[in-house]
């Protein structure tokens, strides 16, 4: 499997796709052309989140109205129970999320 290749056609909808079985640890492919979050919906995730943006843009906001833009390259360490949602994706070119849930964020 190559991250970077796009089914020829993306539905409506964000793809998720899960590249290893969920141990304790999820590794996943997602795949945004201009989704984002519902209005009023926050993300509130009982694992830590580590995300990775490899194609696109987009912007990820923070229940405290912190806001972070992404370009290609870009990663976030999200701990869990922050919440958070994603306010922006790019349509041209579609974003390619390459996404790591699990116990990651150091007790620092």
């Not at 919906?41 to 009982?46: G, H």
Request: net charge negative.
């Amino acid at each position: 499997m190559n991250l970077f290749s796009l089914p020829a056609e993306l539905p409506d909808e964000e793809v998720f796709e899960p590249l290893t079985d969920d141990n304790g640890i999820l590794i996943e492919r997602i795949i945004s052309k201009g989704q984002v979050s519902p209005d009023g919906f926050w993300y509130d995730q009982e694992r830590d989140e580590w995300v990775v943006l490899l194609q696109g843009r987009a912007e990820i906001r923070y229940l405290d109205d912190r806001r972070v833009l992404l370009k290609p390259g870009d990663w976030l360490l999200i701990p869990a129970r922050e919440k958070h949602r994603v306010e922006s994706t790019s349509q041209d070119p579609p974003c390619i999320w390459l996404a790591v849930h699990g116990k990651i964020a150091s007790s620092k």
